[in-house]
């Protein structure tokens, strides 16, 4: 089973990974910084246009992000 903690795990990995600034991220993908914070904190999940645009900006592959590769 997916579980969100491992999303926002490998979501907070590659963000670091891409050198980004949370603020520089959330111009990119049209959110506010304090979006980035909740998804990187846990307490909010991107929707799935927005995860879709974090994944283009960070060149991500979806798949591995979502740990779909672990199942």
């Given amino acids: ?4 903690e491992q999303i ?3 979501l907070q990995e590659a ?3 891409s050198d980004m600034t949370q603020n520089e991220l959330a111009e990119r993908i049209g959110v506010i910084q304090q979006s980035v914070a909740q998804y990187l904190s ?3 999940l991107p ?5 879709a ?4 900006v960070l060149d991500l592959d979806a798949n591995e ?6 199942y």
Avoid at 1 to 4: E, K, L
Avoid at 53 to 56: D, G, S
């Fill in 47 to 51: 929707s799935l246009s927005t995860f």
């Fill in 15 to 17: 963000i670091k990974q």
């Fill in 65 to 70: 992000i979502l740990c779909i590769a672990d």
């Fill in 1 to 4: 089973m997916i579980m969100t």
């Fill in 8 to 10: 926002r795990v490998k």
């Fill in 42 to 44: 846990g307490r909010a």
């Fill in 53 to 56: 645009n974090i994944c283009a």
